[in-house]
């Protein structure tokens, strides 16, 4: 293993910290959106699904667990698929899902799915309509697409956008429910939730952060007080800026229905 000191943790981008750190990176309303895309597309035990951009493997790991299904699981980031891994075999060693590091723009497969799981990825993608046509081409037809993407109910503060920049590399999601449903545009909405965003306290999010740097200080036998005491602290950077934006943003829990003799149109009024 790398010589880890303060300095290599303050620099790895944010995804090989979040896979460094074993962070459970979840989607949006996390077991609660889980639950919903299990009850309302049919997941079961006969599914096949493809998570996308998988990080540590949440989603597709506890819809395993849920549900039976089987599957496949790629992330870019060679230490979030390890972390995912591992994460299986620690948490979930009876499912049947195989994760692997892929750029999802390359993925390809002749196998087809009956559920991909795209949670809040698609717009972190440059080229999210790119994504999302590649997905459907690895779906089966009438399989659905489950995603949980982030909208904003109000316009973002620059200042905001630019400490999020800082933090994660990338610009948060600064469209509306209108524009980002434009993605889907073709796909039936067989289910759909907005939810809105409440902020964490400050005890919520230390006990959350000191719990997962805790466990990775002891899944890598890391005693250094500094190096944890920098993990803890990125985290909580991370977190804090997280929670700055929930007063701007909701969020939907979708199911979307492919069907090759409807998409692109569509013949069913949007309420």
Known sequence: ???????????????????????????????????????FSNLNEDSKILEIACTTGFSSRELAILSG?????????KRSVEAAIENKKKYA??????YFVEDGY?????????????????????RPEEMLKICLEHLEDGGFILAS???IKSPIPESLIAEFKKVFGITPTRESYKDIMKMYKGLEVIYEERNDLIEETKEELEHYCHSTIKKVCKERKINSKELCDAMFKRLMNIKMMSNKLRPYQGYSVLVLRYRKNIYPDRYVELF
């Not at 060693?93 to 195989?98: G, M, V």
């Open 106 to 126: 390359k993925f390809k497969s002749n196998e087809r799915f009956t559920h991909i799981i795209i949670g809040a990825s698609l717009k972190f993608f440059s």
């Open 149 to 151: 993407p982030f909208y």
């Open 1 to 39: 293993m790398q010589n880890i000191t303060v300095e290599y943790i303050e620099s790895m981008s944010y995804t090989d910290f979040v896979g460094f750190i074993n962070q459970w990176n979840v989607l949006p309303g996390a077991f609660n959106t889980l639950s919903k895309w299990k009850v």
């Open 69 to 77: 299904c089987t599957g496949k699981a790629f992330d870019i980031s």
């Open 93 to 98: 060693p009876n499912i049947k899902i195989d």
